[in-house]
């Protein structure tokens, strides 16, 4: 009997949970978002998308997916209106850097950047660097973009100081007048992670 009303409950939960499907969030609800899958190996995603709620406070969020375009939103939804995403210091790669939804005070939410592509930090600008969009391959860094320097709340490298460096890096270190904190979580290969503070 008890095998059985197990049952019965996991076929009503899964019949309650039924996504609608979406090509954009446009498909979806006020307060939701096109949600699309990317596995964490590749650069693969779904065609389509469903309808997922937009973040909620202190729920997780990516302050700048560089694979969130077209109106849908790659693994996670960007924050409810009135909240912005609060970045923490830590990138989830490939996806950018993991933030929180946290009630806004008149602040943005942190949009991505027009880049442009680059080989060195002698191609970018006096303000900014030039990143590698891919993992550091041993030494090899490749497909770099410019990338302005880290300012209050924005991701950092503890081992680059506030130096803007003539070669392509992983991360852009923080800009002149800035420090990178340690947010005491370190990624192999390239170091202990921070927050510009």
């Given at each position: 009997?008890f095998l059985?009303?197990?049952?019965?409950?996991?076929?009503?939960?899964a019949?309650?949970?039924?996504?609608?499907?979406?090509?954009?969030?446009?498909?979806?609800?006020?307060?939701?978002?096109?949600?699309?899958?990317?596995?964490?190996?590749?650069?693969?995603?779904?065609?389509?998308?469903?309808?997922?709620?937009?973040?909620?406070e202190?729920?997780?969020?990516?302050?700048?997916?560089?694979f969130s375009?077209?109106?849908?939103?790659?693994?996670?939804?960007?924050?409810?209106?009135?909240?912005?995403?609060?970045?923490?210091?830590?990138?989830?790669?490939?996806?950018?850097?993991?933030?929180e939804?946290?009630?806004s005070s008149?602040q943005k939410v942190?949009?991505?950047?027009?880049?442009?592509?680059?080989?060195?930090?002698?191609?970018?600008?006096?303000?900014?660097c030039?990143t590698?969009?891919?993992?550091p391959?041993?030494?090899?860094?490749?497909?770099?973009?410019?990338?302005?320097?880290?300012?209050?709340?924005?991701?950092?490298?503890?081992?680059?100081?506030?130096?803007?460096?003539?070669?392509?890096?992983?991360?852009?270190?923080?800009?002149?007048?800035?420090?990178?904190k340690?947010?005491?979580?370190?990624?192999?290969?390239?170091?202990?992670?921070?927050?510009?503070?």
């Amino acid at each position: 009997m008890f095998l059985f009303l197990t049952l019965v409950v996991c076929i009503l939960n899964a019949e309650a949970f039924n996504p609608q499907p979406c090509k954009t969030s446009g498909d979806c609800d006020a307060d939701e978002c096109c949600l699309v899958i990317i596995p964490l190996k590749g650069k693969r995603q779904t065609a389509g998308g469903y309808c997922s709620p937009r973040g909620g406070e202190k729920e997780k969020c990516y302050v700048a997916n560089p694979f969130s375009k077209d109106g849908k939103f790659a693994n996670k939804c960007p924050c409810s209106d009135g909240m912005v995403c609060h970045n923490l210091g830590i990138r989830d790669i490939p996806q950018g850097y993991l933030g929180e939804c946290r009630m806004s005070s008149t602040q943005k939410v942190t949009k991505p950047d027009a880049s442009r592509p680059c080989s060195s930090g002698k191609e970018c600008g006096d303000d900014e660097c030039c990143t590698s969009r891919i993992r550091p391959l041993g030494k090899r860094l490749v497909a770099g973009v410019c990338q302005k320097l880290g300012t209050a709340e924005k991701g950092c490298l503890v081992k680059m100081g506030s130096t803007r460096p003539d070669n392509m890096v992983f991360q852009c270190p923080c800009a002149a007048g800035f420090t990178c904190k340690s947010s005491h979580v370190f990624d192999i290969p390239v170091g202990e992670m921070g927050v510009c503070h």
